[in-house]
């Protein structure tokens, strides 16, 4: 059975970061893709990052480029996400995502149940 298990979101001020984390059990993760996607309150999904089976190639929404870095550590299987200059539209939950293959795009098939992030002053 495929898990994802985020965590490391919480309330944060503006200008600030945090680093998310995901870790993914019952899949061979270093085959996959992976990806970050949010939703805003309100809001409907939004793609965030995504990251190819060996990290060498790596993606990101427009508003996030050069504050949002993904990465991954195969070893570990576990996803991250580091997040700085954190502005109040980022206030969203966050969710770790599967990619359906070894490239990096927003093709997903399973999801985390999110970690919820808040930058709030």
């Known amino acids: 059975e495929v898990q994802l298990a985020e965590s490391g979101g919480g309330l944060v001020q503006p200008g600030g970061s945090l680093r998310l984390s995901c870790a993914a059990s019952?899949?061979?993760?270093?085959?996959?893709?992976m990806s970050w996607v949010r939703q805003a309150p309100g809001k409907g999904l939004e793609w965030v990052s995504s990251i190819s089976w060996k990290g060498v190639n790596t993606y990101y929404a427009e508003s996030m480029k050069g504050r949002f870095t993904i990465s991954r550590d195969n070893a570990k299987n576990t996803l991250y996400l580091q997040m700085n200059s954190l502005k109040s539209d980022d206030t969203a939950v966050y969710y770790c995502?599967?990619?359906?293959?070894?490239?990096?795009?927003?093709?997903?098939?399973?999801w985390g149940k999110g970690t919820l992030v808040t930058v709030s002053s």
């Open positions: 019952g899949f061979r993760f270093d085959d996959y893709a």
């Open positions: 995502a599967k990619g359906t293959g070894t490239v990096a795009s927003s093709l997903v098939d399973y």
